[in-house]
């Protein structure tokens, strides 16, 4: 398969690179810099393509004419909790993360439909059950829940807009995962995440066009 994944230089990004190329496919890893634990991977099927994902500009590479998987991962949480409080939350701050976090997938989606459309492929998007209203019983945590929740939404209608290509289009919670977002403290690790979340990509047409789906399979009330 011709995978596709954004925000791929760390944490589960990088996990989701280093999964799919043991698996064989071809990868091309989108980030704003190459880290090194990007380019130690050392595989021939990986390509990297540089790509700032909170500008309209394209990216900077060559990118595959047929995409079988695209993996909307890049993501920003914005400031610590405190600093997403009802109180401190700033316009700057709600707008930066909403870019990052639910604009940026739609500007991959809409330079990359034709492609996925070619590969009769599947789109994931990485959201987080902090977009859910269902799961919000602590409140907070204004612009990173808000950009999440709309990329919940945006993700819905490419499901339904896509779906007549031959496109299936799924949104993905994680889990809360040992990355940088986190600061490590996550409950589970990048291999459990990324494990779990491969297989409801395998399984993904299983799932309604737009389905919320957690790490485990469970579906996520939003
Ligand atoms: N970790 C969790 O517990 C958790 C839970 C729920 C959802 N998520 C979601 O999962 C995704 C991955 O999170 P993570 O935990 O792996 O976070 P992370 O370790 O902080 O990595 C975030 C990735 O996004 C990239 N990124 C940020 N802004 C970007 C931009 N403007 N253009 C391109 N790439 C950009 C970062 O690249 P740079 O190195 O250039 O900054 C990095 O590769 C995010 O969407 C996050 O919201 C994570």
Redesign the pocket.
């Known amino acids: 398969m011709n995978i596709l994944i ?9 996990g989701f690179v280093r999964h799919y190329l043991q698996q064989g496919h071809s990868v091309w890893a ?4 190459v ?1 090194d634990d990007l380019i130690n991977l050392g595989a021939a099927n990986l390509h990297t393509v540089q ?4 500008a309209d500009d394209g990216p900077l590479g060559s990118l595959p004419d047929k995409i079988d998987l695209l993996i909307n ?5 914005g400031p610590g909790k405190d600093g997403q409080s009802l109180n401190k939350v700033t316009s700057d701050v709600m707008l930066d993360v909403f870019n ?2 639910c604009i ?1 997938p739609l500007r991959v989606v809409q330079k990359l439909h034709e492609r996925v459309i070619a590969g009769q492929g599947i789109i994931a998007n ?5 977009g859910s209203s269902a799961d919000n019983g602590s409140g907070g945590t204004y612009a ?1 829940r808000a950009a ?1 929740a709309a990329l919940v939404i945006v993700s819905k209608s490419m499901a339904v807009d896509l779906a007549p290509f031959g496109v299936h289009v799924i949104t993905l ?10 600061h490590q403290t ?1 409950l589970i690790d ?1 291999t459990t ?1 990324v494990a779990g979340m491969v297989q409801v990509i395998t399984d993904a047409r299983d799932y309604m066009g737009g389905q919320f789906v957690a790490f485990d399979g469970k579906v996520v009330p939003y």
């Open positions: 954004t925000g791929a230089n760390r944490g589960l990004g990088l989108c980030c704003r810099i880290s790509w700032d994902i909170s991962n890049a993501g920003i949480y990052v976090d940026g990485v959201s987080s059950k902090m990173y999440k919670h994680p889990g809360w995962v040992q990355t940088d977002m986190t996550g990048v995440s």
